[in-house]
């Protein structure tokens, strides 16, 4: 059974780092890419970042490119988000991702908030 499970959220002030991670379980996570979201109160999910199955290429939205990393260990099924110099419109819950078949699953998501 799919399952995604994200944790290591939490608060921080303005120019912190936190480093969320995404623990995934019941398919082989080596072969799919992963990807993060966020979703900030009364606005529309977005997609933060996406991290390759093989290359573990990466790409970001506009808005976190140069601050945030996505890494993977694939050996222990984890995906991570490495955020740099939080910013408070950073404030969202993030959810890990992944796509297979037909179906999208969903970690729980793990609220970040920036603020001093």
């Known amino acids: 059974q799919v399952q995604l499970v994200g944790s290591g959220g939490g608060l921080v002030q303005p120019g912190g780092s936190l480093r969320p991670s995404c623990k995934a379980s019941g398919f082989a996570f080596s072969l799919y890419s992963m990807h993060w979201y966020r979703q900030a109160p009364g606005k529309e999910r977005e997609l933060v970042g996406r991290i390759t199955s093989t290359s573990g290429s990466t790409n970001y939205a506009d808005s976190v490119k140069g601050r945030f990393g996505i890494s993977r260990d694939n050996a222990n099924h984890t995906m991570y988000l490495q955020m740099n110099n939080l910013k408070p419109e950073d404030t969202a819950v993030y959810y890990c991702?992944?796509?297979?078949?037909?179906?999208?699953?969903w970690g729980q998501g793990t609220q970040v908030t920036v603020s001093s």
């Open positions: 991702h992944v796509h297979i078949w037909l179906s999208d699953f």
